[in-house]
């Protein structure tokens, strides 16, 4: 079983589509997070969430959302898209809000054309 | 603001050789972890280290965590090829609400 998951694993889009990603986590966490890790490997936290609530929430641009329709899911609506986006995104979880030990998803790698 | 810095970046090492990484940060925290990640793949969970003081081993790998000096050191013993990766610290800070990881020490075992 797989513990946090994500899709697509690939993405390939134009400039200026929207787009989502989703992500699920089976562990009963309580906390979910979004990181982009750019070409240099470097990662950055984007967003976390917890129990629905939006607990940081990092300097990036608001074409970016999270969205989290339950405790097991946080997706990403990404929206006029820009090359500077291409990179992998992962998806995270941790038991608590209180950041903690965390769980990776596969990530999804963005390409925008 | 919270920041992570790992040095070195780069580690090139022959097998059988012994290394360090170390990892530094800039605000109290007692919560530090470090993370490995192969090539194109995702992050894996190594170390959680809570304490000052503490100490984890896991095979050729050994993490410790020095609150006062704000420092974590992850040594590698008699390196073998399956350890080449990047290895990622990471620290927390709870009342910042903030979460900051280092920029990775990408490891390469050499035979």
């Known amino acids: 079983d797989t513990a946090v998951s994500q899709t697509p694993k690939y993405l390939v889009t134009q400039m200026g589509n929207d787009k989502s990603i989703k992500c699920e986590q089976n562990l009963g966490h309580d906390t979910m997070y979004w990181y982009k890790q750019d070409s240099k490997k470097f990662l950055k936290i984007m967003f976390s969430?917890?129990?629905?609530?939006?607990?940081i929430n990092e300097t990036v641009p608001n074409r970016f959302s999270p969205k989290s329709p339950d405790k097991a899911h946080l997706n990403l609506h990404i929206n006029s898209l820009e090359l500077g986006d291409s990179a992998v995104y992962f998806c995270?979880?941790?038991?608590?809000?209180?950041?903690?030990?965390?769980?990776f998803g596969p990530g999804t790698r963005l390409t925008v054309l | 603001e919270l920041k992570v810095e790992q040095n070195p970046l780069f580690l090139s090492m022959q097998e059988g050789k012994n290394y360090t990484i170390y990892c530094n940060y800039s605000?109290?925290?007692?919560?530090l972890y470090w993370y490995r990640q192969d090539p194109g793949k995702s992050l894996e969970s190594l170390f959680v280290?809570?304490?000052?003081?503490a100490v984890k081993q896991e095979g050729r790998l050994m993490a410790s965590l020095d609150t006062k000096a704000r420092l974590s050191t992850l040594h590698i013993t008699a390196a073998v090829h399956d350890l080449s990766a990047t290895y990622f610290c990471a620290v927390d800070s709870v009342n910042n609400n903030d979460m900051r990881f280092g920029a990775g020490t990408r490891l390469t075992v050499k035979p």
């Open positions: 995270a979880s941790s038991q608590d809000y209180s950041f903690g030990e965390q769980f």
């Open positions: 280290l809570l304490s000052n003081g």
């Open positions: 969430y917890n129990n629905k609530e939006l607990i």
């Open positions: 605000t109290t925290s007692d919560r």
